[in-house]
């Protein structure tokens, strides 16, 4: 099974290296002793992530999520990267494909499925809904220091 490699780490920072897209299915979510997720590697504890989890996943042709899910405090944002499939949140299923976001609220009962013939990848961030604020949007600043390479 791949294992997710540290870049670079230090006081303020934590650098990983999942691998190429094409290498996802070398990962396997062991959700317990019956329920393993083949193409699933979450990287938020790799990173050290404070603020929301991450997963990327690949779905193989013709498979799924295979249930449905929804969260009690968790909203999730999920970006295709690559391939073509359908998603379902409560029922109602359309089309996703290289470029498609999707945000389901916690309560969303939501699924995935891949009816191609190619791949689908797509990165899934995980966060606790209604903690961001209007003011939260200009929190970056700007520093006066040069960029060094």
């Given amino acids: 099974m791949k294992q997710i490699e540290t870049i670079a780490a230090a006081e303020n920072f934590s650098a990983i290296d999942i ?9 396997i979510l062991e959700l317990g002793p019956s329920m393993k997720i083949p193409g ?18 690949q779905f193989a042709p013709g498979t799924e999520s295979g249930f449905l899910h929804t ?7 999920y970006f295709f990267l690559r391939g073509t499939g359908c998603f379902q949140v409560d029922g109602r299923v359309f089309p996703v494909s290289e470029g498609s976001v999707v945000r389901v609220s916690p309560a969303g009962k939501r699924s995935v499925r891949n009816h191609s013939t190619e791949p689908l990848v797509m990165l899934c961030i995980q966060y606790r809904s209604d903690t961001f604020a209007a003011e939260d949007a200009a929190d970056g600043v700007i520093l006066a220091e040069t960029v060094k390479w």
């Fill in 19 to 27: 691998g190429k897209t094409d290498e996802l299915n070398d990962y």
């Fill in 40 to 57: 699933k590697v979450f990287g938020g504890a790799a990173v050290g992530a404070t603020g929301c989890e991450f997963s990327f996943q």
């Fill in 71 to 77: 969260h009690k405090h968790h909203e999730e944002l």
